[in-house]
């Protein structure tokens, strides 16, 4: 009787931790709008979600009477302050879709492709079975840029591992800045395209983790960038290392002059180690993200299979309007 009574107290004390550590994760995230420290917090927030459902659902099922009104109070208020960080993206409205016989319509991927691949041909033959357009892609190496070339795409090399491969030959159009801006730009590639529908241009970007410095000024470095450059016509994608509920990453939308077409589509992990052993991995974060400017609309934007990556590619068809 003592040992079972002794496990019952255990088990109402763990639930309690459980819980009120993702309520109080999920309350200080909440400063992430000021404090970019906090702000690492509100990239959890499902995890803060699920501790607390988990707490409120044992107190409801199994908590001693005591502690049953304690749980579910703790697990409620977490899932509120986890809800408040998660329920503007799943809410926010994004320009509607079109039919999917929409005319002059392109279909791109975004794919980091990972410098641990493992399984790199594997990858090129899915990329190349979806007959994309257009390929933006982060963390290539020398494998997988052959494999995408054998496979009949043009490459066009861009700052450090970040390239674009298309179907059409690129037209380049030169980027200009200034030469000490070099340094605090990020990972990019910039092509633009012939079309049906005329010249349109795309630019694969990867930005630093948040826990990195660096992160920030390349933000600030490619807004400057893009701000030269018509927005209408453009398309962004890449590897951005935020998720939408990051008040960094809502910063970065407000300021963009695009909308991001993406609504939480869990991209990463695909796999946790190199060498391919944790293909069971769950995506937890939503990291990969696609803008686009005002002449595009969307016809099907969604996940795409597990690959050799770390990351799960996202596959976009839009449609340009006139």
């Not at 059409?168 to 910039?190: C, G, I, M, Y």
């Not at 000024?217 to 590897?239: C, E, K």
């Not at 990463?268 to 609309?297: E, Q, T």
Request: charged fraction near 20%; proline fraction near 7%; include cysteine.
């Amino acid at each position: 009787m003592r040992i079972e009574r002794a496990i019952h107290v255990l088990a109402d004390g763990t639930a309690l931790a459980v819980g009120a550590v993702c309520l109080a994760a999920a309350t200080a995230a909440q400063g992430g709008r000021f404090n970019t420290r906090l702000d690492l917090l509100t990239h959890f927030a499902p995890f803060w979600a699920l501790g607390c459902c988990l707490a409120a659902g044992y107190g409801l099922a199994f908590a001693s009477p005591a502690w049953r009104p304690v749980l579910i109070g703790v697990g409620a208020a977490g899932v509120l302050a986890a809800a408040a960080l998660m329920v503007p993206e799943m809410t926010r409205s994004i320009r509607p879709a079109v039919l999917a016989n929409a005319p002059r319509q392109i279909k791109l991927i975004q794919f980091n492709a990972w410098d641990h691949n493992a399984d790199v041909e594997a990858s090129a033959d899915w990329i190349a079975a979806e007959a994309p357009d257009l390929v933006l892609m982060q963390e290539v190496e020398r494998p997988i840029r052959e494999a995408m070339i054998r496979r009949g795409f043009h490459y066009l090399r861009g700052m450090a591992r970040t390239a674009i491969f298309s179907r059409a030959a690129p037209t380049w159009a030169p980027v200009q800045v200034p030469p000490h801006d070099w340094p605090v730009l990020p990972s990019f590639s910039r092509a633009t395209f012939i079309s049906v529908g005329g010249d349109f241009s795309v630019v694969a970007v990867h930005l630093d983790r948040p826990t990195d410095a660096t992160q920030k000024s390349q933000m600030a470095a490619l807004l400057d960038l893009l701000s030269r450059y018509p927005t209408d016509r453009l398309i962004v994608a890449g590897d951005f290392n935020l998720t939408p509920w990051s008040f960094t990453l809502r910063r970065l939308d407000d300021r963009m002059r695009m909308e991001r077409l993406d609504r939480a589509i869990f991209s990463w992990p695909a796999r946790l180690f190199p060498g391919g052993r944790s293909r069971s991995a769950v995506p937890f974060l939503p990291i990969d993200h696609v803008y686009a400017g005002s002449a595009w609309r969307v016809v099907k934007i969604e996940r795409g299979a597990r690959l050799g990556s770390d990351h799960y590619p996202l596959i976009a068809t839009l449609a340009l309007e006139d």
